[in-house]
């Protein structure tokens, strides 16, 4: 399902960003990268406002942060790996190396669910957070990503 929305291009491995806001902005352009005709200022402000309700940081070490827009037909994804960690206000108080930014279409409730039930089932595995981390490119995290994925 994943192979769909998921691309090399999808990846940054090496995020820069020191903060929660910081990792929001930098993910956030290549959402855009990915998809010009969205709105920077409006995506970031999505983003931000989903995250004040609560904190996508609820499963150790990884973050989900997703909005939603009526300006995209099928997801896109924001695939960040931070070696030194951001504070996320997680559940756990612990930082967040792996985050997954997902911008979902307003028009398909159904789609959004069973992503989000693919991504919270592939971060059970306890493979996944370790084999991601030592990854070095885009390709190799989204090849075990799939690979993953192909397990379930």
Same mark, same amino acid.
């Given at each position: 399902?994943?192979?769909?929305?998921?691309k090399?291009?999808?990846?940054?491995?090496?995020?820069?960003?020191?903060? !929660? +806001?910081? %990792? $929001?902005?930098?993910?956030?352009?290549?959402?855009?990268?990915l998809?010009? @005709? *969205? #709105?920077?200022?409006? =995506?970031?402000?999505?983003?931000?406002?989903?995250?004040?309700?609560?904190?996508?940081?609820?499963?150790?070490?990884?973050?989900?942060?997703?909005?939603?827009?009526?300006?995209? !037909? +099928?997801? %896109? $994804?924001?695939?960040?790996?931070?070696?030194?960690?951001?504070?996320?206000? @997680? *559940? #756990?108080?612990?930082? =967040?190396?792996?985050?997954?930014?997902?911008?979902?279409?307003?028009?398909d409730?159904?789609?959004?669910?069973?992503?989000?039930?693919?991504?919270?089932?592939?971060?059970?595995?306890? +493979?996944?957070?370790?084999?991601?981390?030592?990854?070095?490119?885009?390709?190799?995290?989204?090849?075990?990503?799939?690979?993953?994925?192909e397990?379930l």
């Open positions: 399902m994943l192979e769909k929305f998921i090399p291009e999808s990846v940054n491995v090496d995020l820069q960003s020191t903060d !929660k +806001e910081e %990792v $929001f902005e930098e993910l956030n352009e290549i959402l855009i990268s998809c010009p @005709s *969205l #709105d920077r200022a409006e =995506v970031l402000k999505a983003l931000l406002e989903r995250e004040q309700k609560m904190t996508t940081g609820i499963i150790p070490g990884i973050a989900i942060p997703h909005a939603i827009s009526d300006k995209i !037909k +099928e997801p %896109v $994804f924001a695939i960040g790996k931070s070696k030194k960690g951001i504070d996320f206000d @997680s *559940l #756990d108080k612990k930082p =967040v190396h792996i985050i997954f930014m997902i911008l979902f279409p307003a028009d409730t159904s789609l959004h669910l069973n992503i989000m039930q693919r991504l919270a089932l592939l971060f059970n595995k306890t +493979e996944f957070y370790n084999s991601v981390m030592e990854k070095l490119t885009g390709e190799q995290i989204v090849n075990t990503i799939l690979a993953i994925e397990s």
